[in-house]
């Protein structure tokens, strides 16, 4: 059964109680900074690893943000990562900033519980009946759900986000693969010290250098592109089957991922207008715009020669809008374009935020 409705469930209804785990870590911190105020979701109650538990959050969490730390947040107590632990006070939403080794034992334990997962780690990205989501990208694939609670016997569900370097490529191809067709993709990432979470490199190893090795990353890039792109058939994913080369670099940069991409399409004689003329008019599938925290166009299409920056334009939107440029002709495939995405905001927190709005909108959360 698919419970989707027809509006936007939660909208004029009381604050929705949420968790979130790992959250004196660098993407738990921006969880707690992009759920202040949020207009559907509460933050009740923060977990993390036992050396911080029973101290209040201000006291177990070094806070790195830019803007002070949120006051209601700082007064919880930091609880175990327990799931007995929440349920007595109504949590039905759990953002889970957790590591992926952890995340693998720890998160199912919430959603056989009943709670509704949206995750932030790998641990789930490649499990057949776990939806990796872009809700600009692929809505539709939150039917995976049906095939999860089938398989697992969950009260509860679990949802990620993609990488943060591929949720900016993904953003970008989708509108490209509507109009054109996808062949091949070659991808060259410049990204942020911030994505290696805290303390993270070492300032000598970093400064005044680039590291041309991200661990994983690029195997991530290649896979994940291909899934949000793919379809769903008889309950399966599909992957899309466009050929992906990537290459990851850090780069000491603090926040925002640049990526570089060069793009092959079906269609022959696409011209870097057309591309410009896709980019701009795309407004993301299904009920993306409707959610509170989608930018509003999701891409920011610049003309000058040297846009985007990670300093200038990684920020565009609180951080959700996707920024890209310097769309020029490619000789030896058809178009290639800067895009740079933030890394800690779209392609981490915000977008597990904007996940579970979507879980909302479409019935599976109330």
């Known amino acids: 059964m698919d419970p989707r409705n027809d509006g936007i469930a939660g909208r004029n209804q009381p604050k929705i109680p949420a968790a979130v785990l790992g959250a004196t870590g660098a993407v ?9 105020a949020h207009p559907w979701f509460d933050v009740a109650a923060v977990a993390a690893s036992d050396r911080s538990a ?5 006291q177990a969490c070094s806070w790195k943000l830019d803007t002070p730390i949120p006051a209601d947040a700082a007064r919880l107590d930091v609880r175990s990562l327990d799931p007995a632990k929440l349920g007595r006070d109504d ?8 590591p992926a080794d952890i995340a693998r034992d720890i998160e199912p334990l919430f959603a056989e519980a009943g709670m509704a997962v949206s995750s932030n780690a790998a641990a789930f990205r490649y499990a057949p009946d776990v939806p990796v989501i872009l809700p600009d990208v692929n809505p539709e694939h939150l039917q995976l759900v049906n095939a999860q609670r089938l398989n697992r016997q969950w009260n509860g569900l679990l949802i990620t986000n993609p990488n943060c370097t591929t949720s900016g490529i993904a953003l970008v191809l989708k509108p490209l693969q509507e109009a054109f067709g996808l062949q091949r993709v070659f991808v060259s990432t410049l990204q942020a010290i911030s994505g290696a979470g805290y303390p993270g490199i070492p300032s000598l190893d970093i400064l005044g250098n680039v590291v041309p090795w991200i661990g994983g990353e690029e195997e991530k890039i290649e896979r994940e592109a291909r899934l949000l792109l793919g379809s ?3 309950g399966e994913q599909k992957a899309a089957e466009f050929k992906t080369s990537a290459h990851a670099n850090r780069v000491p940069v603090v926040d925002g991922h640049t990526i570089c991409l060069s793009v092959g399409f079906d269609h022959h004689g696409v011209s870097p207008e057309d591309v410009s003329r896709v980019l701009t008019s795309f407004r993301g599938g299904g009920p993306a715009s409707e959610l509170p925290s989608a930018p509003k166009p999701p891409l920011r299409v610049l003309t000058a020669a040297d846009r985007p920056q990670p300093r200038l334009d990684c920020s565009a939107q ?3 809008q996707v920024s890209v440029g310097r769309i020029r002709p490619c000789d030896i495939l058809d178009i290639r374009l800067v895009l740079v995405v933030h890394n800690t905001v779209r392609g981490a927190a915000g977008g597990s935020i904007l996940n579970a709005e979507l879980l909302v909108h479409d019935g599976w959360l109330r």
């Open 54 to 58: 029973g101290k209040t959050y201000a």
């Open 232 to 234: 769903i058939e008889d």
């Open 318 to 320: 609180a951080g959700m």
């Open 91 to 98: 949590i039905r939403l759990v953002f889970s900033a957790l």
């Open 28 to 36: 738990g911190q921006r969880f707690i900074q992009l759920l202040e």
